[in-house]
């Protein structure tokens, strides 16, 4: 299987075949040796690489992953043949705009914009509290408000949408 | 000595307390908040009393409960950790006033030193510099250059309402006063409705020094050296070590000198912290802290001394028992403060359940931590998760022991803080010791780290197929469901026939 494979935003492909059990590894169209092995069902994996030995840490789902090398962290995004078509679809679509969602729960302490507002990128559109710290999030592009989904003083849980904009 | 004292506190640090309590054959009693129920500083006390709540108000801070608890429990001291009551003058009076000791300065001095306009007047009164500039606001442009004269150049105009670095104005020499004096107070006068405006003394390139000092109650008074804090961001520390590197055994002594001066003039008692900015050979007093910091470890590992075992000595009475001479100093220490943050998304908060945790090891490491599979990780409390710390023959080696120890380190559920110590600590500008307060801010952490990042894709990969296999042999609940009865079944010990005949004859 082919995985296009993207590291802290930069782009590599993996492709992984299995011979006679055996797993062939290409690395953006190189080969290496490579033994994976899970240590625990937690995200503990002992990788030897072209010789060299990785204790690596993964955490995530299938298509966004964490994944910790010697301490470094490296925030990986993987899409197959399939995905990345319907990923490039959307991304022509519209981009950056859309939904903004808390990247963390906390609590909408301010609302600095309203809708049919237009706002610039990186203008800042609410105050979000969270660990004794307030946030702004700022808006990805160039953009209108559509639609705010909060309110002053509500909580919000990670992922939840905040602002819509187009 | 006490027999059983309580930690009006949670996390690393009340843990950090009760060990060294429990070394000196102190009994512990801890207080925990709902959520706090399987926390380590609960399950590592001897008596453990519920805070019902999960907020700190209703918890950790409430005076009335944790006053109640030490009653019901017969605890002859409270050790207030830092944050929540540490610093809070009319719990440190409540607590005497309960005929408890208060393991923590008097009352007095941490009231004195918790406004900053009186402290900085004790502190003059004393002697102690700081930074230059005028207590009152300055009207005009006249005014200022007048004041100005007088503090030395290069002043900061800074918003009398201020904050946020909004209505601060860096004036060079007289010439440009005008102008950054009329752009200050316009910007001040719209973001605050204030235009009134202080002068100070600008300090280029400042670096944050404190000096620990140890007090008894008779009359005996130590510093144990320094510790250089200048890796903050939002004046959050990351990095503290022991010694700096800027600082010589003259300028240690000066310090410490001062610092111990500050202390005596608000009739200090126990362990404290004098921070000081310095600037250009130069230093400033900012604040003091009236309580056990954060950062303590650093001091300890040089100096050989358990902070905690003195305040915990000088609480009940005894004399310090050692003189200046007596503070020695051998290495270097670092510490790194491990946060639940994504330092590559300006430091957000993270939350999670702590799942993977993997502990740095080996020589002259050091975890003070709370730590644990399970935890989870929310908004209610400070985010800062563990520290390690490690000492070194010199700052090189200590240097290279931190890396590799957060090379070992991994904390999985939540982001941290650590990879951003990491490139701090690769940084040359922190090697060479050459760095200010503001190196943290100014580095790109968003920056991509090319090595190990081919691993990192390839096991980006292995994960997602082993996933796919999983999901594809775990089968559909509907599939899963005779299976799992069947298993559930031939495992479940209820005493048939058969099984009972096979166990009696095994």
């Known amino acids: 299987m082919k995985y296009y494979v993207s590291v802290n935003g930069r782009e590599h492909t993996v492709d992984i075949t299995e011979v006679a059990g055996v797993p062939v590894v290409e690395l953006d169209g190189e080969r290496a040796e490579v033994s994976y092995h899970e240590v625990d069902r937690l995200g503990q994996v002992a990788m030897v690489v072209d010789g060299k030995t990785f204790a690596v840490s993964i955490e995530g789902g299938a298509d966004a992953v964490d994944v910790s090398v010697a301490g470094r962290s490296y925030h990986v995004e993987l899409e197959d043949d399939r995905e990345r078509a319907a990923h490039a679809a959307e991304r022509a679509g519209g981009a950056k705009t859309g939904v903004v969602k808390s990247v963390m729960p906390g609590i909408v302490v301010r609302i600095l914009v309203a809708e049919g507002d237009t706002v610039e990128e990186g203008q800042p559109l609410l105050i979000l509290e969270a660990m004794k710290m307030q946030n702004e999030i700022a808006a990805p592009a160039n953009a209108t408000v559509r639609s705010i989904h909060v309110t002053e003083n509500s909580a919000v849980s990670g992922g939840e949408k905040l602002v819509t904009l187009e | ?506």
């Open chain 2, 1 to 506: 000595m006490f027999e059983r004292i309580l930690i009006a506190n949670r996390g690393e640090i009340a843990l950090r307390v009760i060990r060294t309590a429990r070394e000196m054959g102190i009994e512990c009693v801890a207080v925990y908040s709902d959520v706090d129920r399987s926390a380590l500083h609960t399950r590592m006390a001897d008596v453990a009393v519920p805070l019902h709540g999960t907020l700190p108000s209703e918890t950790y801070l409430d005076i009335d409960a944790i006053l109640d608890a030490a009653r019901a429990t017969r605890a002859e001291a409270i050790h207030p950790g830092y944050g929540f009551l540490a610093e809070n003058a009319e719990f440190a009076r409540r607590v005497e006033a309960a005929e408890i000791a208060w393991i923590g300065p008097p009352p007095a001095a941490i009231e004195a030193m918790g406004d900053k306009i009186t402290s900085r007047r004790i502190m003059k009164e004393a002697g102690v510099p700081v930074v230059p500039g005028l207590t009152d606001p300055v009207l005009d442009v006249p005014a200022a250059l007048a004041a100005s004269e007088e503090i030395g150049y290069p002043i900061a105009l800074k918003a009398a309402a201020g904050g946020g670095g909004k209505g601060i104005r860096i004036v060079p020499e007289p010439d440009a006063m005008e102008s950054a004096f009329r752009t200050a107070a316009g910007e001040a006068q719209s973001a605050f409705g204030d235009g009134r405006l202080y002068v100070e003394r600008y300090l280029e390139r400042p670096r944050h020094i404190e000096v620990q000092v140890m007090f008894d109650n008779h009359g005996n008074s130590v510093h144990l050296f320094e510790r250089e804090c200048s890796i903050q961001r939002r004046h959050q520390k990351l990095i503290e070590e022991c010694p700096s590197p800027i600082v010589d055994d003259e300028l240690r002594e000066r310090m410490g000198e001062v610092a111990l001066r500050a202390g005596r003039a608000v009739d200090y008692r126990g362990a404290g912290t004098v921070e000081f900015l310095w600037s250009k050979g130069e230093f400033f007093f900012l604040e003091m802290n009236t309580r056990l910091q954060v950062e303590h470890p650093v001091t300890e590992m040089v100096t050989g001394r358990d902070l905690v075992r003195d305040q915990l000595r000088v609480a009940a009475g005894e004399p310090l028992g050692y003189a200046q001479e007596d503070v020695t100093m051998s290495g270097s220490a670092i510490e790194v403060r491990i946060n639940a943050e994504d330092p590559a998304l300006g430091f957000l908060p993270s939350t999670g359940t702590i799942k993977n945790l993997r502990w740095p090891g080996g020589p002259w490491v050091r975890i003070d931590s709370g730590l644990f599979r399970g935890l989870v990780v929310g908004l209610a409390y400070d985010p800062m998760l563990a520290k390690v710390i490690v000492w070194g023959v010199d700052r090189a080696t200590a240097i290279a022991r931190m890396v590799r120890a957060l090379e070992e380190l991994h904390v999985g559920g939540v982001r941290t803080g650590a990879p951003a110590a990491l490139a701090v600590l690769e940084d040359t500008r922190f090697r060479e010791g050459d760095f200010d307060t503001q190196l943290l801010e100014s580095m790109d952490l968003t920056a991509p780290r090319p090595d190990d990042e081919a691993v990192a894709a390839i096991a980006a990969a292995f994960h997602r197929q082993h996933l796919a296999r999983r999901r594809a042999l775990a089968g559909s609940h509907g599939d899963r469901r005779p299976w799992l009865d069947r298993a559930r079944r031939s495992l479940t010990a209820y005493p048939t026939p058969d099984r009972g005949q096979r166990e009696g004859g095994a």
